[in-house]
């Protein structure tokens, strides 16, 4: 089937996007939601599993405090309501990523319901409704085998590994989102940024999306500008980066805008999203085989969170997001504009880190911001993955205000630390990259320079400073770009006086 | 059908289909049946609550059951596939996913 794709622009004279996210956030347990076994990402398949998680006749779940503390803290964290009590419920179906034909969830009993977030998308604030967040255990890992595409249509059978079915999850879902369709994409990148700072400032979750413990889901329709009623909508699964969830938004856009242009109908379905082209595919209509035949999960005890735990666990919350920025930016002077790159550089945590390790946040933001987000997008990675820490940032600049390398250099001890030599001082002594401050080398070579340009030295001569520039050029030259071009202009300067 | 049917043979055909069991015209309607006398039994439940009586889905009024967050020793892979019909790569081998679709 040929997709007609409208351009994202001129879909939105025509159409309003009305967006629904969920997250999946995997709590960073030691053990499952339900039974002792371990969480610990990438073990041999079948190795971390018991007759709980493996759904074998007469095991009994039991609810893990941890998982539960972390809920009610995330809910708190999202400024939910916690709810005084509420019940786990079997969602039945028969897919074998649960061996159990069931998967433990919560239905209308959230831990958590009626709060909000408040996300920042090009200095405006919107404030994102959030519907519930509730409890729920992860699904095991299918291998499709066969077929040609690795997807599970056109497989011949799957293999199961069952490690991860039993993982204590978190599933947040807003209520609709309803924003300038021109900024939808940005605000829905800006909300799962969002979510994923505030899980890690709480040290409940990993929440590493390359990794899957925290997953996207993005629900979109589309409505004819000035209507009120929602359309039909699609559901991507699983986008698994920021820039992911802003294409996925795009991309649904631009098709719902094709079909609904070419009087067509949108099919409600699941559709998954693809990596390399930022499109997306036909996955699962949704149907009456969605009848999950919910109820109360009879083998576990309700939870009724005491009001006075709540309010103990409300005093363990990081500072809220919106406050720590505006906090951050005082404390560092940044401008609005300096603090919205920051954070749009999705650096603001990079920033902290180094400024933590003793450099001043403007050497800090001028790194990650500068050369390292550079790299970055060079080698395609986000900038929290590239392989140096915000501690060696601050020692490379630290090497730099003790006159030890320059700027210039320090681009090349940047390629050290990133190629695995070590860190930053490593890099230094192991390259030999230490600037000359050997004043009589320095005195020479400034000698020499001025010697093979006697033109130039002239003009200086004459007063025109500017002109030193060359000689300092041809001074940097012969000492490999090793020397403090301050200390090089102001020898030059003294000598042609 | 009776009045007094307390299930449709549709209904019957639609569980049968979330539970993925293929079942023939007479095999519905027997079941249906069967199922009408089951209902019809525990009807008399209602008999005897009232509509103040909230739903219940545990007998003993108990909340709160937690274990602490510790790891407990499981099943080796060895163990956990001595049950599966099949296996490979320390996998469980199950059929192709929605072949139905």
């Known amino acids: 089937m040929t997709q007609t794709l409208v351009d994202f622009d001129e879909a939105l004279t025509r159409y309003e996007p009305v967006m629904g996210l969920e997250i999946h956030v995997e709590l960073n347990t030691a053990s499952k939601m339900f039974c002792g076994c371990a969480t610990e990402f990438g073990a041999d398949p079948n190795t971390q599993v018991c007759p709980v998680c493996l759904g074998l006749p007469g095991s009994l779940p039991v609810v893990n405090a941890k998982a539960v503390e972390s809920a009610i803290r995330m809910g708190l964290a999202l400024n939910c309501e916690i709810a005084e009590w509420c019940r786990f419920a079997r969602k039945n179906y028969f897919y074998p990523d649960m061996p159990k034909n069931f998967q433990t969830s919560q239905y209308d009993e959230p831990i958590a319901f009626n709060g909000w977030l408040d996300v920042e998308v090009d200095g405006e604030t919107y404030r994102i409704e959030i519907e519930r967040a509730h409890m729920e255990e992860d699904t095991g890992k299918s291998l499709h085998v066969g077929g040609s595409t690795g997807r599970i249509h056109g497989a011949d059978y799957s293999l199961l590994d069952y490690n991860r079915a039993g993982i204590p999850l978190i599933e947040i879902v807003t209520k609709t989102i309803e924003v300038p369709g021109d900024k939808a994409p940005a605000v829905a990148r800006a909300y799962v940024n969002q979510v994923r700072d505030l899980m890690l400032a709480l040290g409940v979750s990993d929440a590493r999306m390359d990794q899957g413990s925290l997953r996207a889901d993005v629900n979109l329709s589309l409505r004819p500008v000035g209507t009120t009623a929602f359309g039909t909508r699609s559901e991507t699964k699983n986008v698994n980066s920021f820039r992911s969830v802003e294409r996925a938004v795009r991309y649904e856009i631009s098709r719902h805008a094709g079909i609904l242009d070419a009087g067509g109908s949108v099919l409600q379905e699941t559709r998954h999203f693809h990596e390399a082209d930022g499109s997306t595919s036909a996955g699962r209509e949704k149907s009456d085989a969605d009848d999950y035949r919910y109820f109360p999960e009879p083998d576990l005890a309700p939870v009724a969170p005491s009001r006075e735990w709540v309010e103990e666990l409300r005093g363990t919350l990081p500072e809220p997001p919106t406050e720590r920025r505006k906090r951050l930016q005082t404390e560092w002077g940044f401008t609005d504009l300096e603090m919205r790159d920051t954070i749009g550089a999705g650096a603001l945590e990079l920033v902290v880190a180094t400024v933590e390790a003793g450099a001043a946040p403007a050497s800090a933001k001028k790194w990650w911001l500068g050369e390292l987000a550079r790299r970055a997008k060079e080698d395609g990675v986000e900038l929290d993955a590239m392989p140096i820490t915000a501690v060696q940032v601050a020692e490379l600049q630290g090497l730099i205000e003790a006159g030890r390398i320059n700027d210039k250099i320090a681009r090349q001890v940047i390629d050290g630390v990133l190629a695995g030599e070590g860190s930053p001082e490593a890099v230094v002594v192991g390259r030999g990259l230490e600037v000359v401050s050997d004043e009589g080398a320095l005195s020479a070579a400034v000698d020499a320079a001025i010697a093979a340009n006697p033109d130039v030295a002239q003009k200086v001569r004459d007063g025109k400073a500017a002109a030193a520039g060359a000689l300092i050029g041809s001074v940097m030259k012969d000492m490999h770009g090793q020397a403090d071009a301050g200390r090089v202009r102001e020898l030059i300067l003294e000598k042609l006086s | ?101």
Do not use: Y
């Open chain 2, 1 to 101: 059908m009776s009045e007094s049917s307390q299930i449709t043979r549709e209904e019957v055909a639609h569980v049968a289909h979330l539970a993925r069991i293929e079942l023939t015209e007479a095999e519905l309607d027997h079941l249906r049946s069967d199922l009408d006398a089951i209902l019809e039994h525990v009807k008399v439940v209602q008999s005897v609550v009232d509509a103040d009586t909230p739903a219940m889905s545990h007998p003993i009024p108990v909340t709160n059951v937690f274990r602490l967050d510790l790891n407990v020793a499981g099943l080796t892979a060895d163990e956990a596939l001595a049950g599966a019909p099949e296996s490979e790569e320390q996998r469980f081998l199950v059929p192709r996913i929605l072949g139905e679709d």
